[in-house]
């Protein structure tokens, strides 16, 4: 099972009580002014908004989102215009949206921050994710982290002023005030952080101050006689990092104003758009005479996540990318991403027991859930399979033009059509990336990264009477999209190698209808393939099926830095690998860009702007470019 949600119920006095620790959430009448005192107040936010700075809060225990939304509604009202909020919050059991109406219907003084809150509430699914709004010229990044927070925290990359422990009480939940969490929690304190927690516990006080905190108590809230706060200690001995083979931070830059991106696709389109948004100018470089020349001008794709039965990189990536392009989808005027749903169909029984095994570890039906028999695409097909009820459809060029379009609203981005990059030393910016599909690996400094490519054609077919009443994206073997202007976009071709040109042929959609023919009979029509218009283009893709993302390893370096791999038995990295730079690439995204692209943009653009990412260590070592040529090291070097 993926999560489980928050066992809640109101109480016969009013009090909203977790049925599984036996602990209430908060007291009718008293919630907003205990929160305000024990967290804004006794942890510093007040006196850290006057500062004039950003502002990073983190939070054990998001519960009802209470601490959130006082927090953000102070930040609105006391921060100045263009700042940025960071509030990264863990939660094991997240209440789902549906409770959270009625919960914060007690508190409607803070509707401005929780209406959007509940519009953007992330799928149940475990992972990081990235929510933002904008409030009065405010920025609010909330980032909520489902699961415990013992899997998570001790492998997140980020810096928080100020700490908020609000979970249950120790006694009701100890696995929240659990020691090993001390530790991680002083490592991602900033100099001068402060702490601040309802509880006098002893262990908690103890613990904090092993870790590097200077501790007090303090007059609590009500009749509370005490609670805690603390301070880091100055030059406190602070674990660094986990580094080793299956967990690689990327190098810290600092003061970076200006990137080159390379390529206007939906990576490059999306880069463009998150870059400008955290206040980096950003160069666009294409050879085209616009955007979305490449894979990126077909004119249907879908947008789905590519779940597996494990836990797996795979899994996470597509979790964490598919909940955030939901979210964005529906925040970005003229997007063009249209809901409509999409369903695996049960092509033999083994597709159907993987479906089945996909959604028995689903907590969130709304992520995916197993239908014994089609009552989902408008068709009546006698299979079943795995319906994906939020996926749907985006139009690649109309979306990469309105990433391009909202980028150009900040007034950072600059666009350099028609133009052929061979050197990358003379874009004058503090760092490049690639993200031009195929040709990311075109440079010196990139010749080493793997990529594939695979040629694709789509058709487009126009409606029958039968497939006309199709209406969610239809996935076989192949896909079929449902009826736009009279036709649907069914393929796609999947041919290993490049070819010469981009001109789709009858033979190509002749292989496409017969897909389609044979896997779902009930739309078989006499279809003449040689008046058939269609496209074809290049995926590309990596060895592993993962997308690159991430700064671009000094292979020459690497290979000649034997002290790169410790000799204990944990393959071990001692420091961070020789990277080149101020170079990094995206790219790599195969048939699934318009999905994780929007993702992959956000982590590297706020890795890039020095503020906290939607993701652990762990995703980025799935990312990095750099994981093919430590495989092989690991693999000469297995000691």
Not at 402 to 420: P, S, V
Not at 503 to 510: G, P, R, V
Request: charged letters at 20%; a negative charge.
């Amino acid at each position: 099972m993926d999560l489980i949600s928050a066992q809640i119920e109101f109480d016969d006095q009013g009090r909203l009580v977790s049925t599984a620790y036996g602990d209430i959430y908060f007291q009718p009448g008293q919630a907003v002014s205990e929160s305000e005192y024990v967290f804004l107040h006794k942890g510093g936010f007040y006196e850290a908004i006057e500062s004039g700075t950003d502002v990073t809060v983190a939070e054990l225990g998001f519960g009802t989102g209470l601490n959130f939304l006082l927090s953000a509604k102070a930040f609105v009202e006391k921060a100045n215009p263009g700042e940025t909020l960071h509030y990264i919050a863990f939660e094991k059991h997240p209440i789902r949206a549906a409770d959270l109406k009625k919960i914060h219907g007690y508190w409607p003084e803070l509707s401005t921050v929780s209406d959007p809150l509940r519009d953007q509430y992330p799928l149940l699914t475990q992972g990081i994710h990235r929510l933002h709004f904008k409030v009065a010229d405010r920025n609010i990044n909330l980032t909520l982290v489902w699961g415990d927070v013992s899997d998570w925290l001790p492998d997140m990359p980020f810096q928080a002023d100020i700490w908020y422990l609000d979970g249950f009480a120790p006694a009701k939940n100890p696995d929240m005030w659990a020691d090993l969490l001390w530790k991680p929690i002083a490592r991602n304190t900033k100099d001068g952080g402060r702490v601040t927690t309802f509880t006098a516990a002893g262990a908690v006080r103890r613990g904090l101050i092993t870790a590097g905190f200077d501790m007090e108590k303090t007059r609590g809230y009500g009749r509370k006689r005490d609670m805690l706060i603390g301070t880091i200690q100055q030059n406190a001995p602070r674990n660094p990092m986990p580094y080793d083979a299956k967990s690689m931070p990327w190098p810290h830059v600092d003061g970076l104003k200006k990137v080159a991106v390379i390529g206007a696709g939906i990576a490059g389109c999306a880069l463009a758009d998150a870059l400008t948004r955290h206040g980096i100018e950003t160069h666009i470089y294409d050879t085209g005479d616009g955007p979305a020349g490449g894979a990126s001008g077909n004119p249907v794709a879908a947008v789905y996540p590519k779940l597996g039965v494990i836990t797996s990189p795979s899994d996470r990536l597509y979790r964490q990318a598919f909940t955030y392009a939901r979210m964005f989808y529906g925040q970005l005027p003229d997007s063009s991403f249209d809901a409509c749903g999409v369903f695996l169909m049960d092509r033999n029984t083994d597709a159907q027991t993987r479906h089945q095994k996909i959604s028995e570890r689903i907590a969130d039906p709304a992520l995916a859930r197993y239908v014994e028999t089609d009552s989902v695409t408008g068709l009546d097909l006698k299979q079943g399979g795995l319906w994906m009820e939020q996926g749907g459809t985006v139009c690649p060029p109309d979306l990469c033009r309105a990433l391009i379009k909202r980028a150009h609203q900040t007034g950072r981005l600059h666009t350099h059509y028609n133009h052929k990059v061979t050197d990358l030393a003379h874009l004058g910016a503090d760092a490049v990336i690639l993200a031009n599909a195929d040709g990311i690996n075109t440079f010196a400094e990139t010749d080493h990264v793997p990529v594939e490519a695979v040629r694709g054609q789509i058709s487009r077919w126009p409606a029958t009477p039968v497939s006309q009443h199709l209406k969610s994206v239809l996935c076989h073997k192949g896909y079929i999209t449902p009826c736009k202007d009279g036709a649907h976009i069914i393929g796609a071709t999947f041919d290993k190698g490049a070819s010469a040109d981009h001109i789709a042929t009858a033979a190509d959609h002749t292989r496409n209808l017969e897909q389609l023919f044979a896997e779902v009979p009930e739309l078989r029509a006499d279809t003449d393939a040689t008046r058939l218009a269609g496209r074809r283009a290049h995926r590309t893709a990596s060895p592993d099926r993962l997308p690159y993302c991430g700064p671009v390893l000094n292979s020459n370096e690497f290979e000649h830095t034997h002290e790169a791999l410790s000799q204990d038995a944990t393959t071990r990295f001692d420091r961070l690998p020789p990277y080149h730079t101020g170079l990094y690439i995206l790219g790599a995204l195969g048939s699934h860009g318009m999905t994780t692209a929007p993702w992959l943009a956000e982590v590297l653009a706020c890795h890039l702007a020095g503020v906290p990412l939607p993701a652990s260590s762990r995703h980025l070592y799935d990312l990095t470019p750099a994981r093919m040529a430590v495989r092989q090291m690991i693999r000469k070097n297995p000691s």
